[in-house]
């Protein structure tokens, strides 16, 4: 599974850098939760959440229906 996530995750991974940003896997529990860290310029953004529910879960689930939630680690 982890290799799944890592793969949807380099798909949404150029916008992010374009922004100046990155994300890092950090864990995919048993359980569906996807656990990541923001990197670069989202690592202090004010709209790192909106980013992160909005963006990086919305497209995880799409792609991977069975991830329950992303959650920052």
Known sequence: MKE???AVLDKVRPSLQAD???VELVEV???GVV???LQGACKGCPMSQVTLRDG???FLKKEL???KAVEPA
């Open 56 to 58: 990086i879960e919305k």
């Open 29 to 31: 529990t048993d359980d």
């Open 4 to 6: 799944k996530v890592q």
């Open 20 to 22: 100046g940003g990155d």
């Open 35 to 37: 656990r990541v860290q």
């Open 65 to 67: 229906p069975e991830i």
